[in-house]
Structures are given as structure tokens and as C-alpha cells.
């Protein structure tokens, strides 16, 4: 045999040895690694939903709804995310409160919703609340606004302050932490008092 054939056949040996060795090292180091894949995939499931209704009723009487036009469930924290929300607050089935939001969350284990992300909420009265995260539990919770609240009340009041504390029947308004509070002429928000 001339010299090249077995420079060859040492070479095609090499490399033939290192895949077989790099092949035999891939399937010790990762053989743990494809059995916790499977086992946390099948226990954590996500869905992609669209044009989701969420609401809260009883007796056949309904509190509230959400409405989101995109999010995701995540069933292992049983949580919803929701994109585009809007929603309204009842009372003798008529609107007492309406909600838009950019992102929100939905609990299902404590039923707590969290809409933060360009929120606002409107009473049928015309009072307008804004806030960085508004907290609410069910229907008969008081619905909390935090970070950054300011309630604008039939173009004549608008308070700023950290924290509120609102009844989704807009009978009753706690403010907390700093605020302040400013008082206009009816409907014109240049002519303070």
C-alpha cells in the first residue's frame, strides 16, 4: 500500500472516531435534558386566545365583563394575559362603569383582575379615572387605582394622587397618600377657582 492510502485511511479512521466519540458525549449529556423537556412541557400548557369575554355573574345577574381582543392562558398559574381589554361594571343590568386597557390580567384561581398599561375607567355620571394599574376582586370588592391616579369629575374637580380606593358604583372615593386637588369654573379646565 503507497503511503497516500494510508495517510488516508488514518485520517477517515480520525475522523470517523471523533463522530462516533462527539455523537456517544451528545446522548450522555443530554439525555437528562430531553426527559425534563418532555416531563415540564406536558405540564405546562399556554393557549393563544382571541376575542375573549370574561364575566362575572350570579343569580343569572351579571357584575362585570372584560373583553380582550388577544392574550394567552397559562394553565400551570392559571392565569389569563389580555391584550385590548375593555369592559363594563353593572347594576340592574344596566352600565354603571366602563374600563378600556392595553394589557390586563385575569386570576382564575382568586378571580383578581389587574389592568395596567394605558388604563382608564368612566362612571355613567361622566367621572373619569386614570391611573398606571387598576386592582379589582369581584363585585362586591372595591376597585383600587394605583400609581400615578387622576379622577376628573364633571369638568369642575381633578384630583392627582398616588393611590384610590373606588366603589365600581361610584358612591363612594378614598384618596391616599399625597394628592392634590384642583378646582375649575364648570367644564373649563384654564379658569381655576
Known amino acids: 500500500m503507497s503511503k497516500r492510502k494510508i495517510a488516508y485511511i488514518v485520517i477517515l479512521s480520525a475522523i470517523v472516531f471523533g463522530c462516533a466519540w462527539a455523537f456517544i458525549s451528545a446522548g450522555v449529556i443530554t439525555k437528562n435534558f ?65 374600563m378600556e386597557s392595553t394589557k390586563g390580567t385575569y386570576s382564575e384561581e382568586n378571580k383578581k383582575v389587574v389592568l395596567y398599561d394605558n388604563t382608564y375607567f368612566i362612571y355613567k355620571d361622566g367621572t373619569d379615572v386614570r391611573a398606571d394599574r387598576f386592582v379589582w376582586q369581584g363585585n362586591d370588592k372595591d376597585i383600587t387605582a394605583q400609581g400615578n391616579v387622576i379622577i376628573t369629575k364633571n369638568g369642575e374637580i381633578r384630583t392627582f394622587s398616588n393611590e384610590a380606593v373606588l366603589s365600581n358604583q361610584m358612591t363612594n372615593i378614598r384618596i391616599k397618600g399625597r394628592s392634590k386637588t384642583e378646582l375649575y369654573s364648570k367644564g373649563n379646565f384654564d379658569e381655576k377657582i
Open 34 to 98: 430531553k426527559k425534563e423537556a418532555l416531563t415540564q412541557a406536558g405540564e405546562k400548557q399556554e393557549l393563544n386566545i382571541e376575542n375573549l369575554i370574561i364575566t362575572e355573574t350570579k343569580d343569572d345577574k351579571k357584575y362585570w365583563e372584560l373583553y380582550a381582543e388577544s392574550g394567552y392562558y397559562d394553565n400551570q398559574n392559571k392565569v389569563a394575559i389580555l391584550y385590548n381589554v375593555i369592559g363594563n361594571f353593572y347594576d340592574d343590568d344596566k352600565v354603571v362603569l366602563s
